[in-house]
């Protein structure tokens, strides 16, 4: 590996375990049924929603070759697989994986 790419990684690793050590610190002080707890809590869930819904309507890469009819029917399956699991996040992810692989091989 070139040494770009090693001080990339140390400067990525730096800064998320950097962030991750100073929310938990701060997070001593903070009791979960504040109103800024909960504010932090639905902003994380919107950017997240938004990501996703980026990903599904606006997919690059390989991702844009399934159509839009397959990305749908594979969140709303996923979705279902979800609930049906306990609301588990291991199974729906291998499941979604798998089923967009069989699904935009045979469409």
């Known amino acids: ?8 990684i140390l400067v990525t ?3 998320t375990f ?5 929310g ?5 002080g903070i009791k979960e049924t504040s109103k ?4 932090f809590n639905c ?6 929603a938004a990501l ?8 690059v890469g390989l991702l844009n070759e399934a159509g839009y009819i ?11 697989v979800f609930f049906v699991s306990k609301r588990n996040y291991v199974y729906p992810t291998i499941f979604s994986a798998v089923c967009l692989a069989v699904l935009a091989s045979f469409f």
Do not use: C, H
Not at 1 to 8: D, K, L, N, Q, R
Not at 18 to 22: A, E, H, P
């Open 13 to 15: 690793s730096l800064a």
């Open 1 to 8: 590996m070139s040494a770009s790419v090693v001080y990339a």
């Open 36 to 39: 800024i707890f909960k504010w």
């Open 43 to 48: 902003l994380a869930y919107a950017t997240l």
């Open 24 to 28: 938990a610190v701060s997070s001593q």
């Open 70 to 80: 397959i990305r749908f029917a594979v969140v709303i399956l996923s979705l279902g």
């Open 52 to 59: 996703i819904a980026r990903t599904i309507i606006f997919p």
């Open 18 to 22: 950097l962030s991750r050590f100073l």
